[in-house]
């Protein structure tokens, strides 16, 4: 059973316009969460990540949003650049204080065209 | 290297077989991970280790499949009897241990059980 969800298979975006990719989980125990990118033969890239007593974390051109009443989450790319392209995952953890097992989502495509 | 190394990138073996995959980890890691992905879906938790010890093996699909890291650092992957099904990318994951809020992961390998 999926306890986090990647509704969306793919997103096509232009450059400089954002990107925004969601999430969904199922497990109220999550208390932790992160995004990976992936480029092709390459293993996942962490990207950022959130703790559940935040609702918004920011690192440059990336934000993530967490709302845990919807448990919802979702990540926005300002502005979008074509090297930007690839998988993006987005991962839990029941972490704890211990990072421990992540479950994944089955990812997002992103391409961003010029 | 910096990084999470695993060896081989690519391995292609016969039904029935048995494979052994290895990862060697970041220097002072003391968290390890095993995950495989499949085809169109994220990756997949196999087994944890904290140190020499298995903290979390819930992910292992069958007694087949079995790994090590008897020195707690380098960690080796096996696969007895490999079926068709085996066939996904093998990814291992490193991070510091207790109140890490990230895992680094290898580029992974290759399976193809022919």
């Known amino acids: 059973d999926q306890q986090v969800k990647q509704n969306s298979p793919s997103l096509s975006v232009q450059e400089g316009r954002i990107s925004i990719l969601n999430c969904d989980y199922t497990n109220s125990m999550f208390d932790y969460f992160l995004w990976y990118k992936k480029y092709p033969a390459e293993g996942p890239t962490f990207l950022i990540s959130i703790s559940s007593i935040k609702d918004k974390n920011e690192d440059g051109r990336f934000t993530v949003f967490l709302n845990k009443s919807a448990k919802h989450l979702s990540l926005h790319i300002v502005p979008s650049q074509p090297g930007d392209s690839a998988v993006y995952f987005c991962a839990a953890s029941a972490r704890g204080s211990t990072l421990g097992r992540l479950y994944f989502g089955r990812g997002t495509q992103l391409t961003v065209w010029p | 290297g910096a990084g999470v190394s695993q060896t081989p990138s690519n391995k292609v073996t016969e039904k029935g077989k048995y494979v052994e995959l290895r990862c060697d980890p970041i220097s002072g890691h003391t968290a390890l991970y095993w995950y495989r992905q499949s085809l169109g879906q994220g990756p997949e938790f196999l087994i944890y280790f904290q140190g020499t010890g298995a903290a979390d093996d819930s992910g292992l699909p069958n007694d087949r499949f079995f790994a090590v890291r008897p020195e707690g650092s380098v960690s080796t992957l096996k696969i007895q009897r490999t079926e068709r099904g085996d066939s996904a990318v093998y990814l291992c994951?490193?991070?510091f241990g207790p109140g890490s809020t990230e895992a680094f992961f290898g580029q992974g390998t290759r399976l193809t059980v022919v």
């Open positions: 994951a490193s991070s």
